[in-house]
């Protein structure tokens, strides 16, 4: 874009887009050299997380508006942000996203192997189920993630990847990557002990009739 404008609203997001970097980076479910944050704006306009910058010293004025399709002179976004804007295009309920690779999750992406988050009541609630999807589904153009993600689909793992995660506030998109990785953490770590017994059917359809309906 020729020039740029930064009201409070937009600054307000980039405080959260940084303080949502930071909590990941000291949690270990994002690195300094991988990992993006997006949080829409306005309509489709939306605010993301630069490419080559260390996610560990991103300060505020690092990140990237992205209005009318035009990025703001003179930083480089993200390259992911191709499918964070078609997300936020044909999804008006997705306000957040994250993308990044977390210990556990990784586990499964480089596996191919499908999490099974019916572990808890709570994890299921958040997740519901989270597929994979091959290597190379998050490139410009390709279609798989936009046509897999939904209401009852928040993630998607991508194969020898990363993870992906939508909501609508960036601190409940927060919660849905952590309550992912300690089900894949659970998960990885109770293997030795035996196979998961999941919860049934019958207490799915009862918790999406209390919760979900």
């Not at 499964?108 to 290597?135: A, C, H, M």
């Amino acid at each position: 874009m020729e020039k740029v404008e930064h009201p409070s609203d937009e600054r307000a997001i980039r405080e959260q887009i940084q303080r949502i970097v930071l909590r990941a980076c000291d949690q270990g479910m994002m690195i300094s050299s991988y990992g993006t944050v997006s949080v829409r704006w306005k309509g489709d306009d939306f605010l993301i997380t630069p490419t080559n910058v260390a996610r560990w010293d991103i300060q505020l004025k690092d990140i990237v508006q992205i209005k009318d399709g035009k990025r703001e002179p003179g930083k480089i976004p993200s390259r992911s942000t191709w499918l964070h804007q078609e997300i936020y295009k044909r999804f008006p309920h997705i306000n957040s996203i994250i993308l990044t690779q977390t210990p556990y999750l990784m586990a499964y992406s480089v596996t191919g192997e499908k999490i099974d988050v019916r572990t808890i009541p709570e994890s299921w609630i958040f997740l519901q189920d989270i597929p994979n999807v091959p290597f190379g589904s998050h490139f410009a153009g390709e279609e798989t993630i936009l046509n897999t993600l939904g209401e009852n689909t928040p993630a998607v793992i991508i194969n020898n990847d990363s993870v992906l995660v939508t909501g609508d506030k960036s601190l409940g998109t927060f919660d849905k990557l952590e309550v992912a990785e300690f089900s894949a953490k659970s998960l990885t770590m109770g293997a030795s002990l035996g196979k998961l017994v999941p919860i049934n059917q019958e207490q799915i359809e009862d918790l999406r009739k209390k919760f979900l309906s």
